[in-house]
Nanobody, 121 residues
């Protein structure tokens, strides 16, 4: 199973970015899937997560600015980030929880390599 994140980049404060994370590898189903971020010198923190039925959970710092969504047919999760602030600068990692692959009854969790988001003027 691989998680490929994309969409990061350099943006000015107040700008927007849309991150995408595509999961591949004979996947049958994914429970929760979401985004974490890690800024230099800080611990990795949850940004947003979406459950299989579409329920969402956001970090307080991004509520009202970020929106997470998923397309199960494409095994893809998106993170629309608006009104970006310098404090949002970090490497954003995709995390898939409870992944079941073909011919297996077990579920595992996976992490993607991440995509850099830099908010600066």
């Amino acid at each position: 199973v691989q998680l490929q994140a994309s969409g990061g980049g350099l943006v000015q404060p107040g700008g927007s970015l849309r991150l995408s994370c595509v999961a591949s590898g004979n996947i049958v189903s994914i429970n929760a899937i979401g985004w974490y971020r890690q800024a230099p010198g800080k611990q990795r923190e949850l940004v947003a997560v979406i459950g299989p039925g579409g329920s969402t959970n956001y970090a307080d710092s991004v509520k009202g600015r970020f929106t997470i969504s998923r397309d199960n047919t494409k095994m893809t999760v998106y993170l629309q980030m608006n009104s970006l602030e310098p404090e949002d600068t970090a490497v954003y990692h995709c995390n898939a929880v409870g992944v079941r692959i073909l011919y297996s009854s077990s579920r595992m969790d996976y992490w993607g390599k991440g995509t850099q988001v830099t908010v600066s003027s």
